[in-house]
């Protein structure tokens, strides 16, 4: 599932091809995917010109001139593809239609953006642009983890009495948006804060450490999708996925990477999710 690095590695790789380009030809082929498309989508969109493309948590949004901005959300396992675009470094050939490409979007730069779902989790949407933060899937999120309304003292106030566990706090979308399971547990690690520490009894300096710690996880992670991919796309045009090293994360039993320290990474649920730790380093 695509947490918010590989979302913004997927809205940089698909910058070059959509921003400041217009629309000639918008292919839908289904009614719907997680929930229905808005009505008319493809009349809507054709001959639109995105005029931006921006990133609120996991949903991509792309202005467009007419007014309306386009929501993409990938869901679990939505995947985006730009070929033909000749503003790239390396061009990609337009690859033959698959099973479960859904959308289709033919740019007037000779670029096409094809939306790929097996699972059809992902969805689309088109909303009023003067109106974005409004939206039912965006009113309640939280501030962005790297926006300036994101500082010591907002997460000092949001966890302050909680009797949650500091790991179930920081999953909460409400608090900070964009966070998943697998940020959330090397942020802790990095901490040195244990999962399942109740929120509201971290001492205020620690709770002030993880606003850097988070920030500093998130951006290594979309540097090393930078670095990793051409253009943020994979050999054949794929958008957003790459190949990252965890501290903890999928490490169940095998050795902590702190130096000198000589405990296994262990692994728990909570509320269904596995959380990676070093119970000896994070206390
Ligand atoms: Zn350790």
Known sequence: MPELPEVETVRRGLQSAMEGATITRAQVNRPDLRWP????????????????????????LADLDRGETLLIHLGMSGRMTVSGDPLGQFAHDHPQA?????????????ARITFNDPRRFGAMDLLPSDNTETHPLIAKLGPEPLGNDFHESYLAERLAGKNTPIKSALLDQRIVAG????????????????PKRKAGAISETRVHSLVPIIRQVLQEAIEAGGSSLRDFRQADGELGYFQHTFDVYGREGEPCKTPDCTNKISRITQSGRSSFYCAQCQR
């Open 179 to 194: 966070l998943g399971n697998i940020y959330v547990c090397e942020t802790l690690f990095r901490a040195g804060i244990a």
């Open 98 to 110: 698959e099973k479960h490409d859904h959308v289709v979007f033919d740019m007037d730069n000779g």
């Open 37 to 60: 498309f808005p009505e008319r989508m493809a009349e809507r969109l054709t001959g639109a010109k995105v005029t931006q493309l921006r990133r609120r948590s996991k949903y991509i």
